[in-house]
Nanobody, 118 residues
Framework: QVQLVESGGGLVQAGNSLTLSCAAS????????MGWYRQAPGKQRELVAA???????KYADSVKGRFTISRDNAKNTGYLQMNSLIPEDTAVYFC????????????WGKGTVVTVSS
């Protein structure tokens, strides 16, 4: 059974940092592209950052220069380093693993809450 478990969320003041982790089990993590998404109250889920199996990254414009996505395939874990947090970053953050050749094969974690106070 495939599981993705996010951790590292919490309440922080604006300007501070958090690092989210996504631990994968039941899947060969290195064979999947990984993404971090977020969903703020009343808004649609949006892509925050993604990293391919080869290490190519992309970011939403709103987080470029502040967030960094990475992965440690040996640990079956992905990360999202979030710096200079702003209240607009408040959301539930989800990690996602997607097969690079078969997009219908994808898995989601249950999310971790990030709250940024002003």
């Amino acid at each position: 059974q495939v599981q993705l478990v996010e951790s590292g969320g919490g309440l922080v003041q604006a300007g501070n940092s958090l690092t989210l982790s996504c631990a994968a089990s039941g899947v060969v993590f290195s064979r999947y592209n990984m993404g971090w998404y977020r969903q703020a109250p009343g808004k649609q889920r949006e892509l925050v950052a993604a990293i391919t199996t080869g290490g190519t990254t992309k970011y939403a414009d709103s987080v470029k220069g502040r967030f960094t996505i990475s992965r440690d395939n040996a640990k079956n874990t992905g990360y999202l380093q979030m710096n200079s947090l702003i209240p607009e970053d408040t959301a539930v953050y989800f990690c996602n693993a997607e097969h690079p050749s078969i997009p219908s094969i994808k898995y989601w974690g249950k999310g971790t809450v990030v709250t940024v106070s002003s």
